[in-house]
């Protein structure tokens, strides 16, 4: 704790176990900044690896690491939690749960991640000043005012902080070689190759998806629901061994085909 003229302060490291935050909290305590403590927001949807991580990291840093938690969950809110609808005649109405997120409604992150933090540091607010820093990368574009970006003031990228870690013997279980990002691995914004390796590397994980699916009334994604890309992805796997391309024409012709769509449809 550090007092000035005014409450004490805190300072405080949001880590959300990647490779960004994780290079930030390093640096932070190798270089001797202040850092009362560390909070790591879980939403359930983590891969093994990263618990692992965190875990070990913990042990590293000799700072305390705060695990917040919201009380219902992902399941919770994808299934059962039913927001109240101004417009009676929306579309939503009467439908159960906040189904999948969407680019323009990333409901999730606001509600397992957002919210949680927020609400743990305004009960520290009241007494102290509260520094949070942020992992955000030199070379990503979001910033907030009131944050302190430490990897922006060192000029660190994203690649900066990957080798950086990796450099000090992290490296997630291998999680950064088979994904560019590592947070919750049902995340409907996910590349087609991304949602791949998650079907070939995690295939328990992959299973959990097409349960949820099943119990949900929107698409995994605007293009394809999970059980689509299971066709998708199966016949994908059948024309590699049969030495056929999985891209053009003929390939989007029959794949539209098993999944009962009409007509030609443009390359995804």
């Known amino acids: 704790m550090h007092e000035d003229c005014g409450k004490e302060k805190l300072y405080a490291a949001s880590l959300s176990g990647g490779k960004d935050s994780t290079a930030m909290v390093l640096r932070l305590v190798e270089e001797g900044w202040p850092l009362d403590f560390v909070m790591f927001c879980d939403t359930?949807?983590?891969?093994?690896?990263m618990y692992e991580h965190v875990e070990r990291l913990e042990k590293a840093l000799l700072v305390p690491v705060v695990r917040l938690k919201e009380e219902k969950g992902f399941e919770y809110y994808l299934l059962r939690y039913t927001p109240e609808r101004k417009d009676p005649d929306s579309p939503y109405a009467g439908k159960p749960g906040m189904s999948w997120a969407g680019p323009r409604n990333r409901w999730c992150t606001s509600v397992l991640k957002t919210a949680v933090i927020n609400k743990y540091l305004s009960g520290l607010r009241k007494r102290y000043e509260i520094v949070q820093y942020i992992g955000i990368a030199a070379d990503e574009p979001q910033r907030v005012r009131?944050?302190?970006y430490p990897l922006v003031e060192w000029g660190m990228t994203e690649k900066d902080c990957l080798d950086y870690c990796y450099e000090r013997g992290y490296d997630w279980g291998g999680?950064?070689?088979?994904f560019d990002r590592v947070s919750c691995?049902?995340?409907?914004?996910?590349?087609l190759?991304?949602?791949?390796?998650l079907r070939r590397e995690f295939p328990e994980l992959w299973s959990r998806l097409l349960d949820w699916e099943a119990e949900?009334?929107?698409n995994?994604?605007?293009?394809?629901?999970?059980?689509?890309?299971?066709?998708?992805?199966?016949?994908?796997?059948?024309?590699?061994?049969?030495?056929?391309?999985?891209?053009?024409?003929?390939?989007?012709?029959?794949?539209?085909?098993r999944l009962g769509r009409d007509g030609d449809r443009a390359e995804i």
Do not use: A
């Open 44 to 49: 359930g949807l983590e891969f093994p690896q």
């Open 146 to 148: 009131e944050y302190r």
């Open 175 to 178: 999680l950064y070689r088979l």
């Open 185 to 191: 691995w049902c995340c409907p914004l996910q590349g």
């Open 193 to 197: 190759e991304e949602l791949r390796t």
């Open 216 to 218: 949900t009334w929107r």
């Open 220 to 257: 995994f994604r605007k293009d394809f629901s999970v059980q689509e890309l299971e066709v998708r992805f199966r016949f994908e796997e059948e024309r590699i061994r049969e030495g056929k391309r999985i891209r053009g024409k003929e390939f989007f012709k029959e794949l539209y085909g």
